[in-house]
């Protein structure tokens, strides 16, 4: 059956699959050293004895991935490149997913072995750095620092006309010099020698410790800066699928398309925490359950929220993944 956008149910089921796998193999790598499948309770004894990483930034990364892939299938000539670094989670277990960590890491495998692997090595000493790293495939930028990401795009664009490069910007990290000096690039980049950049601003309101400027300011301030730089804004809000390809359908057919892509930091994670906002909010950014081995009640929304994702439909142990 088709949809208003051209899309079966089928195709819209799929990428929600997907982003549903990715969101819990990236909790699970923040939370995780035990029970990966959930097969009994969720115990203090499964849980990482050192919390670390950011969940915020994650579900919109799982959703631009997962609408990419789809979008852009397999073409050798798509590259994607991440700016909140911070994210890596999300960006590991999209790869993972894709069989891509597989090649360059004969340990990761699409099998329970393998996501326990990914998990217990997730900034870990000797294990995966918290960012992007030489040991990520196809990597070009850490995303450590932010700002870079734009630039670096534009670089791998220069003399490649056959490329599309998507390049995620986190709305904090667009109020760096570097993120905005590099906005000048779509007047001097650009035509049939080059290739084609699709900046995708995650814009979910919060960086660090509080809101970011660029959400703070209108809707109409907003489409007319990212005009005044040359681009031509495209704005998106929520991870439906059928939006996110209809946007990615209308780029296509523009010189300079720029994708603002509203979503909820923290979303499909825990809402309150202790009485306190937490998606939707900057609390989401880092670990929102930071007590989760400690705190019974927290252990319990960390086991609640894992569930939410319905992991066991997507991977079954003699089946392997079913995405
Ligand atoms: C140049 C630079 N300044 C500060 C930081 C510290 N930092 C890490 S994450 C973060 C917030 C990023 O917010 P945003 O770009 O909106 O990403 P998201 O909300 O998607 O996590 C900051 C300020 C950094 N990594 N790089």
Not at 84 to 111: C, I, Y
Not at 216 to 226: A, D, L, V
Request: glycine share 10%; hydrophobic share 35%; aromatic share 10%.
């Amino acid at each position: 059956m088709e949809t208003g956008v051209g899309m079966s149910f089928h195709d819209i089921d799929k990428i929600n699959r997907r982003v549903r796998a990715a969101d819990y193999l990236t909790v699970a790598q923040l939370f995780l050293i035990n029970n990966f499948l959930l097969e009994k309770p969720l115990s203090p004894a499964d849980i990482k004895p050192r919390l670390l990483g950011h969940w915020g930034t994650c579900h919109g990364i799982n959703v631009a991935y997962s609408n990419l892939h789809y979008y852009f299938k397999n073409s050798i000539d798509f590259q994607f490149i991440l700016g909140p670094g911070h994210g890596f989670p999300a960006l590991q277990a999209n790869l993972f997913l894709d069989g891509d960590l597989e090649k360059v890491d004969k340990k990761a495998t699409r099998t329970l072995s393998g996501i326990e692997y990914i998990c217990k090595n997730f900034s870990f000493p000797d294990g995966y750095p918290s960012h992007s790293s030489p040991m990520t495939p196809r990597v070009v930028t850490e995303g450590g620092e932010l700002g870079y990401a734009l630039g670096t795009a534009y670089g791998v664009a220069l003399g490649h006309p056959e490329k599309t490069i998507a390049v995620m910007l986190g709305d904090g990290e667009f109020e760096t010099g570097t993120c905005l000096a590099s906005l000048n690039f779509s007047k001097l980049i650009s035509g049939k020698n080059n290739g084609r950049v699709l900046p995708i601003l995650a814009l979910n309101g919060y960086k660090i410790s509080g809101p970011t400027v660029f959400f703070r300011k209108s809707e109409r301030e907003q489409m007319e800066m990212i005009r005044g730089f040359g681009f031509t804004p495209i704005m998106i809000e929520g991870d439906n699928p059928e939006k996110f390809q209809h946007a990615l359908h209308e780029a296509s057919k523009l010189d300079d398309p720029f994708i603002i892509f509203k979503i909820e930091k923290g979303h499909t994670g825990p809402e309150e925490v202790d009485g306190q906002k937490v998606a939707g909010n900057y609390l989401a950014h880092q670990i929102p359950l930071p007590l989760a081995k400690t705190d019974p009640t927290q252990l319990a929304q960390l086991e609640e929220w894992l569930k939410g994702y319905h992991f066991n439909e997507i991977y079954i142990e003699e089946k392997g993944f079913t995405i």
